[in-house]
């Protein structure tokens, strides 16, 4: 390319020297720079390269220093660095989609999927191997704090356990277990979070040695509504309790001390409109219920007893018997120290049976009017048992191979010798 040199003079000429310094350097760069119309919209000049960046981290938020950053495309690695000692890194890449991986020593490794085309940050949080981390929130994501996670084999035997902290983050190691079962390739582990006021969340996980993995829960909270279930004058059980739902209605049943219990999801909450109580012998009982997510509610019922009957049972001999079952209209009720024992029924015709093992049962159909009814049963003992023992002769010589028929037996033990 021949140089060129260019002078400017100062004269009366002043208003064409702007001119010709315009022309000479649209001369110069159409000399020096040729370019033409096709290369400017030519796609296959490539992009400046783009510069990834961020830092690697453990799940405890410590720093990781010479942590390995590879970004991979098709199995091959295309770029690479370590990370310095406050766990940061970059990368120099061209635009596309890449896997970006980060490992370090004596932590498991993790990786992205990533489309670059713009200077991206991309972190990491390493886990230490056998580990479950994770992070454990409510359905508004808000982060839970002291929530147990325990880690579980397949015999229900806790390997591990800890807690969340304050941004509802935890890690749980579980190599426990493979230290204990040495050879083992793979572990069926139930993964748990859990506490108090929030329905309990599990998770079964197939995991190997070394291997780690992330958890996250999303918890609801837990609201229950309990209580007791008692008559005026009775201690009923079995007591059909229904909450009534928008839509559909649950029903559970007291236990042997009257007591219920009802738990219920948050999507179940703003569904609840009361409970009721309806049971045989007792007029019905119902109240409005208005619920809030978290709720813990307590309810002492007492109910008012349609009629009442009193079961008195005694043995033939006039004492009193103790645990026998008085059953009557699908009810049953049993029997204390004294033999007796006061029922709510309703009004009207009523067949009520009476057991017990070392008795004949009892059947007697009596007419039940409103307020206080009384039933009393005396019991027949069963037969037990009866042994008849002797020995049989002829001539005083005992007589092997004798039959010996049993015509007639009482409650008492006989010894009979009989000469053939």
């Known amino acids: 390319m021949n140089d060129i040199t260019y002078e400017f003079f100062s004269s009366g000429m002043g208003s064409y020297t702007g001119l010709a310094v315009f022309v000479l350097l649209l001369g110069i760069l159409a000399m020096t720079c040729p370019v033409s119309a096709a290369e400017l919209n030519d796609s296959t000049i490539p992009p400046p390269d783009i510069d990834p960046y961020g830092t690697v981290r453990s799940w405890n938020g410590d720093p990781i220093e010479n942590a390995t950053v590879r970004a991979m495309d098709g199995g091959l690695t295309v770029a690479e660095n370590t990370t310095s000692?406050?766990?940061?890194y970059n990368l120099i890449l061209p635009p596309g989609t890449y896997e970006i991986v980060a490992s370090a020593?004596?932590?498991?490794?993790?990786s992205l999927i990533i489309d670059v085309d713009e200077?991206?940050?991309v972190n990491f949080e390493l886990a230490y191997?056998?580990?479950f981390y994770g992070t454990v929130h409510d359905t508004s994501g808000a982060p839970l704090e002291n929530v147990i996670i325990e880690v579980r084999d397949q015999m229900g035997t806790?390997?591990?356990?800890?807690?969340t902290d304050s941004a509802g983050r935890y890690m749980v190691n579980y190599g426990r277990y493979f230290d204990e079962h040495p050879g083992i390739i793979q572990a069926d582990l139930?993964?748990?979070a859990f506490?108090?006021?929030?329905?309990?969340?599990?998770y079964n996980i197939l995991m190997g040695p070394g291997e780690s993995s992330r958890v996250d829960f999303e918890m609801e909270y837990l609201t229950s509504i309990g209580g007791t279930v008692r008559g005026q004058k009775t201690l009923p059980s079995g007591i059909p309790v229904t909450i009534l739902l928008e839509g559909e209605n649950r029903t559970g049943y007291t236990d042997r001390y009257g007591n219920f219990y009802f738990e219920l999801r948050e999507d179940e909450v703003p569904l609840v409109r009361g409970i009721r109580v309806d049971a045989y012998g007792y007029h019905p009982w119902s109240s409005d219920l208005t619920l809030q997510p978290g709720d813990d509610i307590s309810l002492n019922i007492i109910l008012n007893e349609r009629a009442l009957l009193t079961v008195n049972v005694t043995s033939s001999g006039g004492e009193p018997v103790e645990r026998a079952i008085i059953s009557f209209a699908g009810m049953e009720g049993c029997t204390g120290e004294d033999g007796s024992v006061k029922l709510a029924v309703d009004t009207g015709e009523l067949t009520v049976h009476v057991s017990h093992p070392l008795y004949a049962p009892e059947n007697r159909t009596i007419e039940v009017y409103e307020g206080e009814n009384s039933l009393s049963i005396e019991l027949i003992r069963l037969g037990l048992p009866v042994e008849v023992r002797g020995v049989v002769v002829d001539g005083g010589t005992p007589l092997e191979g004798a039959e010996v028929v049993l015509i007639r037996c009482s409650r008492d033990t006989h010894r009979a010798d009989v000469d053939v």
């Open 158 to 163: 806790t390997i591990a356990e800890n807690y």
């Open 195 to 202: 506490n108090d006021d929030l329905f309990t969340e599990t």
């Open 85 to 88: 000692s406050s766990g940061a």
């Open 105 to 110: 020593e004596n932590y498991t490794s993790s």
């Open 190 to 192: 139930t993964l748990m």
């Open 119 to 121: 200077p991206l940050e």
């Open 129 to 131: 191997p056998n580990s």
